[in-house]
């Protein structure tokens, strides 16, 4: 059985897709792949739940085209005859930004190595993620399959060495945070959103209409990472939360957030969350909430319309 973490990404996002550090943490939410000999000659993944089946054969899978494209990247990684019967299990709400995709294509290149008996090293499966993950966000920033891969609590840095005078995207630095104590996020889904292909586009697009608005909101976020880093090392909640609402409000004025994600938000803060924030590509999806053990009750209450659910961060 092989596994991939989700995620949520307190501080950071779009931002890191263009070279600025964010502040993420992977979930038990996760995606799960098993496998076994596949008796035809095409790799085959099903996905659960929702019986979601792709393959490797020549036909499109209708709707489907990107994981049908991921699964041949993936399976093109290898040069020998050996074809599978994919089976995942995703415990991680897809589609909602909390690394679903990442989750299952880290899942997957390691049910792959399994069953060929190889052990590869999480920096390799980590660029190996990235080709699968590129299939998803056109240009990802890395964070996603970086969590799916390591997970914890991390601070993540793409690097930018060139080869031969090209940045190398791959490379990243991921730095451990430890928080001085534990400490409770609510997560909450609005539903389904458009692909995070879209929002990332969506904002390269903005980004290149009008560049000083775009990169001085970058600006703005990245100077909440170190902040919000040291904010979790000294346990200092209430500036966390109070970080976490700028990162939301710079993110509402990039336009990556739905009415019904701030009502979630508001909602949140209302019922005493301590911040909260839109979390990964937006445009709908997840937002998620500071808590402390007296309101956390109170914000689930408030939330409850959303699947909510607590992610522990330790
Ligand atoms: O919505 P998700 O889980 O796919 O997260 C996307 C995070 C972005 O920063 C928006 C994109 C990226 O690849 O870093």
Not at 5 to 16: M, S
Not at 40 to 50: A, D, E, F, K, N
Not at 93 to 115: F, H, I, N, Q, Y
């Amino acid at each position: 059985m092989a596994f991939g973490h989700g995620k949520v990404i307190l501080f950071g996002e779009h931002a890191v897709v263009f070279g600025h550090p964010a502040v993420a943490v992977a979930i038990e939410n996760a995606a799960e792949v098993s496998w076994e000999r596949a008796t035809g000659p095409i790799t085959r993944l099903t996905i659960q739940p929702g019986d979601t089946r792709v393959d490797t054969g020549s036909e499109p899978n209708a709707g489907r085209e990107l994981l049908q494209r991921a699964l041949k990247v993936a399976r093109a990684l290898y040069a020998d005859d050996l074809e599978l019967e994919l089976r995942a299990h995703m415990t991680i709400p897809t589609g909602a930004g909390l690394g679903s995709s990442a989750a299952l294509g880290v899942a997957v290149l390691r049910a792959m190595d399994e069953a060929r008996g190889l052990s590869r090293d999480d920096a390799e499966i980590f660029e190996r993620s990235f080709e699968w993950e590129r299939v998803f966000h056109g240009t990802p920033g890395g964070i996603d399959n970086a969590m799916a891969t390591y997970g914890g609590l991390q601070l993540f840095k793409r690097a930018f060495p060139l080869k031969e005078g090209v940045p190398i995207y791959q490379q990243i630095s991921l730095t451990r945070i430890v928080p001085r104590d534990p400490f409770c996020l609510v997560v909450a889904n609005s539903g389904n959103r458009p692909p995070a292909i879209q929002m990332i586009t969506g904002v390269r697009e903005l980004r290149e209409r009008n560049r000083t608005l775009v990169d001085t909101t970058f600006d703005g976020i990245a100077a909440l990472v170190p902040n919000g880093k040291l904010a979790i090392e000294q346990g200092e909640l209430k500036s966390l939360g109070q970080l976490m609402d700028m990162n939301h409000m710079s993110l509402a004025g990039l336009m990556l957030v739905s009415s019904q994600v701030q009502d979630m938000v508001g909602a949140a803060r209302q019922a005493g969350a301590l911040g909260a924030k839109m979390t990964g590509a937006g445009g709908g999806g997840c937002m998620i909430a500071l808590v402390n053990e007296r309101e956390r009750a109170d914000v689930l209450a408030a939330l409850a319309a959303y699947q909510p659910f607590e992610a522990w961060v330790r």
